[in-house]
Structures are given as structure tokens and as C-alpha cells.
């Protein structure tokens, strides 16, 4: 099993849809959780954090579910230029600390 | 401004032929890491420094060399360069270890 995974895509929705990503890892001692995002070619830029309460930031909610292990990204209303891959990061637990884990990354294609 | 700052940004290159990609930061930041993404596979970290003169392998070293001789900069050698390391790379740096990462603009090398 991959340390994280994450459904490669791509997803194709209308603007104006809600859509939602998940991204599961596999060390339940994982500590720290992130979303970025990635435009083609482009390097990746944090999109946010994701805390152990959930979090929101406008159109955005992160969530952790650590008995399940998996985070998820919710965007509402899309717009056109959410159009983009979506990448998960997990940064494991005790001597692992120094490791930055990328998920491969879920497309989304926001549709006029 | 906080920069992370990569070159060349784009380089054809034939095998063989040593090269050096240069990494700068101007966030005082501790950690480094180098990058590369191919497609299907993700970003896969290459190096990493945790401090001056600090550096061990990522997950796919070989071929590659890093040096960490001051805070600031920390450059990716490619002694003899192969196809097979045709790719995106990234910089990237971090406050500390659990913290989100910057990442530079990326260096497309193509080794011919």
C-alpha cells in the first residue's frame, strides 16, 4: 500500500458544482497535513493546512479524519481558475519527521 | 520578499556532461529539499538538509549529488548525466519540520 494515495482524476465539473478529494495515508502516527495545488508545469503552492478541527478558508474546507486516515478538500461554487492538480501531503510521525509525502495528485477540470 | 530561487530554468544537455542546478533561499530556512517530478509518479524527493553540512539521500538518490556549505544555498550536481534524469525539479525549503514547504520556480532539464 502507498504511504498516501490519492484519486488520480481526472474530475470534470461545471461551474459553479461543489466538489470534494480525499486523500488517504497509511502511518496512523502521521502528524501534519497539507493541500497544495499545482497548475501544469507550474511548482506546487500551498493552498492549506489542514488541522485536526477542520478548517475553512473561503470556498475551501480541509478535513481530517485521523480514524479513517484519510484528509479531504472541499471547493464550492468552482470557478474556472480552480482548474488545476491537487496535491496531498502527509508528514509522518517521530524519526520520520524529515520527510515531506506527496500524493500523486487529483486533477480537476472546472468547466464553463 | 520571501524567494526560493532556482537555475537555470530550463537546460538541454547531452550525457555525460556535468551540470549543477542552483538553489537559493532568503528565508533563513533550515530545511532544503530537492524534487523531481515525472509524470505517473509524482514528486519524489531526491535530498534533503536539515541544516548546514547536514544532508542525507530522499528516495531517489542515485546519480545526484547535494551540498549544504552555508544556510542559503543548496545546489544539485549531476556528475554524469543520463537520459533517465530527464525531469522537472523543484526546490523546496521549510521553516522546521512539520511546516509547509516553498518551493522554487522548478528546473526542466533535458539530458540528451
Known amino acids: 500500500r502507498k504511504e498516501v494515495e490519492q484519486d488520480p482524476g481526472p474530475f470534470n465539473v461545471p461551474e459553479g458544482a461543489t466538489v470534494a478529494f480525499n486523500c488517504t495515508y497509511s502511518?496512523?502516527?502521521?502528524?501534519?497535513f497539507f493541500w497544495y495545488r499545482q497548475d501544469c508545469r507550474k511548482e506546487p503552492k500551498l493552498l492549506m493546512s489542514?488541522?485536526?478541527s477542520g478548517n475553512e478558508d473561503g470556498r475551501f474546507t480541509a478535513q481530517l479524519n485521523r480514524a479513517s486516515q484519510y484528509i479531504s478538500l472541499l471547493i464550492r461554487d468552482s470557478k474556472l481558475s480552480d482548474s488545476a492538480t491537487y496535491l496531498c501531503v502527509v508528514i509522518p510521525g517521530g524519526l520520520g519527521t524529515y520527510k515531506y509525502i506527496f500524493g500523486t495528485g487529483t486533477r480537476l477540470k472546472v468547466l464553463a | 520578499e520571501a524567494q526560493v530561487t532556482q537555475n537555470p530554468r530550463y537546460l538541454i544537455t547531452v550525457t555525460g556532461k556535468k551540470l549543477t542546478v542552483t538553489c537559493s533561499q532568503n528565508m533563513n530556512h533550515e530545511y532544503m529539499s530537492w524534487y523531481r517530478q515525472d509524470p505517473g509518479l509524482g514528486l519524489r524527493q531526491i535530498y534533503y538538509s536539515m541544516n548546514v553540512e547536514v544532508t542525507d539521500k530522499g528516495d531517489v538518490p542515485e546519480g545526484y549529488k547535494v551540498s549544504r556549505k552555508e544556510k542559503r544555498n543548496f545546489p544539485l550536481i549531476l556528475e554524469s548525466p543520463s537520459p533517465n534524469q530527464t525531469s522537472l525539479y523543484f526546490c523546496?525549503?521549510?521553516?522546521?519540520?512539520?511546516?509547509?514547504?516553498?518551493f522554487g520556480d522548478g528546473t526542466r532539464l533535458s539530458i540528451l
Open positions: 489542514v488541522y485536526s
Open positions: 502511518n496512523s502516527a502521521s502528524q501534519s
Open positions: 523546496a525549503t521549510r521553516r522546521d519540520s512539520n511546516q509547509p514547504q516553498h
